[in-house]
T-cell receptor
């Protein structure tokens, strides 16, 4: 079945540092890939997405590229801010059933 | 953009009582909604898929008699935790799709409900 593996956290960075959160997946066919962000006590917000190989999703300075050859969708940001502190989830939507499959989530804490 | 409204945002109830959580799609119709449960510092666990006008589809291991789901209209799905016990305490989140192709747009999530059973 479909699965998503994220790098284990928590990740702690200083403000303006470079961020990478690794995400790899296993799926049949050509899934769509997403990054969601969850702030404390809230639901999930869509951060960015990519629907086919080599697509780059981007939003709020975050980027991720759909790499089919390495089955990866790593999240990057060049300069993080304290306000980026949250939990980040990588997810895939397979070609059947309409269900999202989530990674385990990565807690990011950014210090001033 | 599309909004999914979830209510209440938090609730405390006594053991043995039932609690209803509402999930509404605003400005769009949601044929399908999803209910998730999230434990502290853990990922989301899909509990069930709620389909308008039909019975919900529950994931393996989820007690359908305990977690009653009703999707009576295209904008409202409810999750009722019956005879709640402390182990049911958790964060419950719903989601819906606001476009015909979730593969392109993903899903919109509610803000979640923190249930505490005492």
């Amino acid at each position: 079945g479909d699965s998503v593996t994220q790098m284990e956290g928590p990740v702690t960075l200083s403000e303006e540092a470079f961020l990478t959160i690794n995400c790899t997946y296993t799926a049949t066919g050509y899934p769509s890939l997403f990054w969601y962000v969850q702030y404390p006590g809230e639901g999930l917000q869509l951060l960015l997405k990519a629907t086919k190989a080599d697509d780059k999703g981007s939003n709020k300075g975050f980027e991720a590229t759909y790499r089919k050859e390495t089955t990866s969708f790593h999240l990057e940001k060049g300069s993080v801010q304290v306000s980026d502190s949250a939990v980040y989830f990588c997810a895939l939507l397979g070609t059947s059933y309409g269900k999202l499959t989530f990674g385990q989530g990565t807690i990011l804490t950014v210090h001033p | 953009g599309a909004v999914v409204s979830q209510h209440p945002s938090w609730v405390i109830c006594k053991s043995g009582t039932s609690v209803k959580i509402e999930c509404r799609s605003l400005d769009f119709q949601a044929t399908t909604m999803f209910w998730y449960r999230q434990f502290p510092k853990q990922s989301l666990m899909l509990m069930a898929t709620s389909n308008e006008g039909s019975k919900a589809t529950y994931e393996q291991g989820v007690e359908k008699d305990k977690f009653l789901i009703n999707h009576a209209s295209l904008t409202l799905s409810t999750l009722t935790v019956t005879s709640a016990h402390p182990e049911d305490s958790s964060f419950y989140i719903c989601s819906a799709n606001d476009a015909g192709t979730p593969q392109n747009y993903g899903y919109t999530f509610g803000s979640g409900t923190r249930l505490t059973v005492v």
